[in-house]
């Protein structure tokens, strides 16, 4: 299996920080990556897919960038409806599987 | 649009049943794959397996033994049966559209709402 390693687990930040979230896969997944978001109660969304493309009715600020082993996550300028729990997610080989989170929370 | 429907409470070694009914168009129709998820209370999430049609399926080999996904076109639904389930199959049950790759499931979008199930006795 592919293993999918987030960093970090979890953070602290303001309205308006830039934020990023790294994603490290165990072997090369070219840009076969996800990036979701999930909010407390709620099922994930998909946000970003292909490493760096933006989901229709997506946010701007939100972008995804990374290719091979190592992918990274940014929120240009944190908003108050973006705390929430972020996943990346791998489909370069089966089982599909997802990193173990980053939760942003407010500062 | 997707919802899971079934029992939110299981007996041990009993067999856990749900299913996904999709709205807003044919199940049968367009290319996607068709997929479980699940989350354990306060954990990530994990992939259980995924549906294309009667003769394309795949599962997650940690649960494979115990996992069936089947579709039902007529009533625009798939489901998923997770026999012999213990208190560590207790989790939200997602189900999930998802996008193909290479003829394999890639993405997931949208997802159901998820329903609960519980293990215990």
């Known amino acids: 299996d592919i293993q999918m390693t987030q960093s970090p687990s979890s953070l602290s930040a303001s309205v308006g920080d830039r934020v990023t979230i790294t994603c490290q896969a165990s072997q090369d997944i070219y840009n076969y990556l996800n990036w979701y978001q999930q909010k407390p109660g709620k099922a994930p969304e998909l946000l970003i897919y292909d490493a760096s493309n933006l989901e229709t009715g997506v946010p701007s600020r939100f972008s995804g960038s990374g290719s091979g082993t190592d992918f990274t996550f940014t929120i240009s300028s944190l908003q108050p409806e973006d705390f929430a729990t972020y996943y990346c997610?791998?489909?370069?080989?089966?089982?599909?599987?997802f990193g173990g989170g980053t939760k942003v929370e407010i500062k | 649009q997707l919802q899971e429907s079934g029992p939110g409470l299981v007996k041990p070694s009993e067999t856990l049943s749900l299913t996904c009914t999709v709205s807003g168009g044919s199940i049968s129709s367009s290319s996607y794959y068709w997929g479980w998820i699940r989350q354990p209370p306060g954990k990530g999430l994990e992939w259980i397996g995924s549906i294309y049609d009667t003769e394309s399926s795949y599962y997650n080999p940690s649960l494979k033994s115990r996992v069936t996904i089947s579709i039902n076109t007529s009533k625009n639904q798939f489901s998923l049966k997770l026999s012999s389930v213990t208190a560590a199959d207790t989790a939200v049950y997602y189900c999930a559209r998802q996008g193909q790759n290479q003829w394999l499931p890639n993405w997931f979008d949208p997802w159901g709402q998820g329903t609960v199930v519980t293990v215990s006795s």
């Open positions: 997610q791998q489909y370069d080989n089966l089982p599909l599987t």
